[in-house]
């Protein structure tokens, strides 16, 4: 088997993190796997939605909106459209939910933070590069806040990366681009914590099942891919 | 540990289908997991979306919804309020998904089935009872399609089922009720083919993340519940 | 003339009342009429809307929806279309106003009930099966609102109930299912108290214009079903 | 009982109807129930809605809406809040169906004709004025089709009125206008053709039940304003 | 060049400004620039929107709507199809900033003026005819909060009107009716201060780029009918 | 006065143009006025909009968007929200009619061009900003277009450029920045073609309404900045 790329099978993308991409977020990080670009700006704002006032707990959420043009052929614009699909709601769900599970709420305080994962130009992945991207954001808007005093303690204390993984042409491939990811016969995303912890793990068989085995083989080789993705993200944050 | 209901904890909630339960839909289940009762109802029609036409394949896609007063305290009307919430857009993809990974589409020539599973009773899983009962009614849908002389080929060779696992109070439990999922640590979606080939694998962390071995362990246990869904689905088919 | 059933002219369908058809609402009544099947489900929230508060006084409010494969053929489902029909509406108002006409909202304090009604199975007359079922599920609810002592004094002091007359093949009939109702030269739903008070009178030309003479021979009819459905209400919650 | 107004209990406001008020529609006609004034355009489209095509039958329907300041406070803009409120989708039903049932579609041919009713001024009765003047101004459309020999008959042979009638202290009364009309015992909407055919006939309790002797009664008193409309409609028309 | 209306260049059309035209808002003036007559009505309301609170400034605001059969052929009406199209956005935009501008709001008081500009007849220049009227509904309006003692100042010291002027047949001609307007070269729109005071002025090129000489020229013909609308504007108000 | 930035009165921020920014779009332009940049997508689509099929002329359109934190505080989502604002649709309109305006439509044959103009980071005049990079991505898409022999003609002989300019502590300014615009007195936007045709000029009072006199200082001033803007624009297409 050849990727189209020529990658190896269990070789990320080129990934690179570029922080204070914009001046206005808090946190502001372009996240690149190969030709996927997405920007992710961490908004803090103080208080918490109504639901969750007076517990003393902090809330972290996510939108996610591709530009019309990031793809081959424009999608209507969703705001234009009225409004959001499907697949964004799922994906929006995804980072917000990732993010949570690794923080410690109570250690925010009442304070959310929201991450904007904008897709600028997709070429696959572009909910795993999100979460990996917008860990890194919030990590730098925490950081503005802890200048401030209004941590109440370490908020994220392991960073949070996701990437994909596929069968493609019957062999399992690490961090799909769209060539490989409109024909693999499977596809899995898995978030996990630097420490090992799975948060979540969303396999998806496209045309025909896949069996037990290639589910480990998926698993196995996209932790070794996450666990790179660590070393990046702490590279990029002067953590290493 | 005890389980709320006192069930063990591989084991699943009294499970009941029942087939033709309304007149008008081509296949009509009513699934029961324990006091979860969803409606499931096939529509065939005549014809694909129009991206597909003159393909030669069929299309197989569900809706999802949950009467207002299905739960403890009354959600609003999603009718009302004038949008589908995320939760409710991303189990109706899942649902829909789930059918077509198990089915041959070519099969089932240029025709449209949809399953509308609808909410009567809400206590925790009524996405994995949707599809579990949706397959059925898919079933019976197929059947009337048959008859007429509609289909070339087998649609569906095999039974598809879902399942909920998780960890309660630090132990893998199957088939998790309302009491159970509100307070599980991680949480487990699983959909399978009868052969054992998988469609879908979605786990989450709740508040922390959770082991490779965690994984592996609720894993193991969905499989056993969903062998034991299949038959009863064959049974309540007279397929066994 | 022969009607579509057999039935006599002014003979209703086979009505059935089962109370607590679900397990979370304050009032839970499956009504059917014939193979016309509403699950009507009334929930009890303390306060009143915004506009109300302070008054003293409560509100008696409806919702009313099908399921898409209620009909022989599928309806869209209102959800995903974002807006509710101008016919969804209609009923639904007409179910609230009835239930309130009936009720002294001084003895019921600074409560709410909401009623919804979603039609499982449709064959003609769901709103005024709506309206007998929703009587007795709001029964229901305000006895638990009474267990509670908050309510000030009798709310309902005598049954609703709804039913249709129409003319079908020149004769007026009593209780439409749908092969008459799609056929009716006219059709009248009307709602009374178990006293004989009128509630709602609603008169409707098919195609041609109905005589005076019609409109009273209907409203004869209608009086004596509803004399029928009060007494099935008051068996139903064991008052007769 | 002296009424608000000082007129008789069975007395109409001063009616207008005022031909080709505005140049563009096919049919402009400002009703005016005293200062209850509606802009009524009909509009002539040729072909009908998609599935009604090749019936070789024609469609009537209508539109409502209240200028914002139509009324004592300023209700919020329909078009701004992005729907139509549940009385106005009613009333616009009511209109459709009422000018439909005095039609005969079959002699329109392949048009549509499609009634916009904009309140200008509101006191009491929109509605009944609405159904009023949309029927001149649908005569005058239909003669343009006439005029251009695209009718295949008499669309309307007999002019269609309507008026309301309820019971205000106790006593019926004519045509409310806006002080009785939020302090009646009961409100009664009722739209006739000059025949004497009934098209709809509403009633409606608002604190209490009303009997049947005050149904009659105010059945009676409508007829005798509904008799008034028709001759001012063909006053209007140069047809008396 | 000849006009189509036979007007000269730098004509007006007849302008009519009729006062109190409706009886319940506290500014109603009925504006008629030829053809195109636009309802004006300004409402009062005590409070200001939240983001202004206790700042002791007031707020004016505009709304503007055509109704459907305004125009040659009907237009969609906005609340059916649930939103407002771009242009009336821009519109109402306009022609409250437009109010705005020429206001002391310090003076109006923590109070809100809602004017609704609803076009009953268009030929060209509804905008310009709705600044216009809309101005004398203002004047009206406040005179009633003046009357209750309600202002703390001079509101408005100068009357703002409008007009528009374009490059017709390659001349520029004032104050455009619908035939000139759909066949301009180019159309402006100008609103300004009794003296002499530009609030707006948005000049756009139709089909070709117009030159700085053109713009010129419709600038100035542009004022001296905005002089004249000024004049009538305060005869209306009996204040010249 | 001294400008915030320490720019001179009529002195243009760092401009910069760079093309090919995305890799799928027909037409990819950067642009960036000082710190405001806004991403151009011009996407070619074979065909026109429904309405001018047959003419044998192309279309040409744009849509806007802020990302939710392009600006200093988080603005609410458009797509989330259902519903794009009145600033939006202003601003895609004009961008639009700006292009079209230059535009040989009859050269461009039956196609559409659609510009996406996304504002990565605001700092004022995202508009000008838009329409200036928008005009370049044009001619990038219509050079492929010319490259498949799509095209009948020249489209885009002029280059079209936007500037901004107001009047910010008493003295006319060029290109304002945030600062400049949220304190200036007046503020006009302003479109022109390479050889000195006006496209739009859009002049707005903010608080008080300018004088004729500052009027055509502000003209006079734009047009220089203009020229430069167009300069800019040929030396990125290579065209100087």
Not at 103 to 119: H, K, M, P, S
């Amino acid at each position: 088997m050849q990727r189209p790329s020529g990658r190896l099978a269990n070789q990320l993308r080129t990934i690179k993190l570029t922080r204070n991409y914009t001046k206005h977020a808090e946190g502001s990080v372009l996240v690149e796997f190969g030709d996927t670009k997405v920007l992710c700006n961490a908004t803090v704002e103080e208080g918490v939605p109504r639901f969750m006032r007076g517990e003393g707990r902090g809330w972290i959420t996510a939108e996610y909106g591709m530009l019309p043009r990031s793809t081959g052929s424009r999608m209507g614009r969703e705001a234009a459209r009225g409004k959001q699909g499907g697949r964004t709601v799922e994906i929006q769900r995804l980072i917000g939910r990732s993010l949570r599970a690794a923080a410690d709420l109570e250690a925010l305080g009442e304070n959310t933070i929201i991450v904007d994962c904008d897709v600028i130009q997709a070429d696959g992945g572009t909910r795993t590069a999100s979460i990996t991207g917008a860990c890194v954001a919030v990590v730098d808007a925490l950081s503005k806040l802890g200048d401030k005093g209004l941590l109440k303690g370490t908020v994220l204390s392991e960073m949070v990366a996701a990437v994909s993984v596929g069968i493609y042409e019957g062999e399992v491939v690490l961090d799909l681009d769209y060539p490989e990811d409109s024909n693999a016969q499977a596809d899995m995303n898995i978030v996990m914590c630097e420490g090992g912890g799975l948060i979540e793990v969303q396999g998806t068989a496209e045309e025909n099942p896949f069996t037990n085995e290639q589910f480990m083989q998926m698993l196995a080789v996209a932790k070794e891919g996450i666990d790179e993705l660590h070393k990046l993200q702490k590279q990029a944050l002067d953590l290493s």
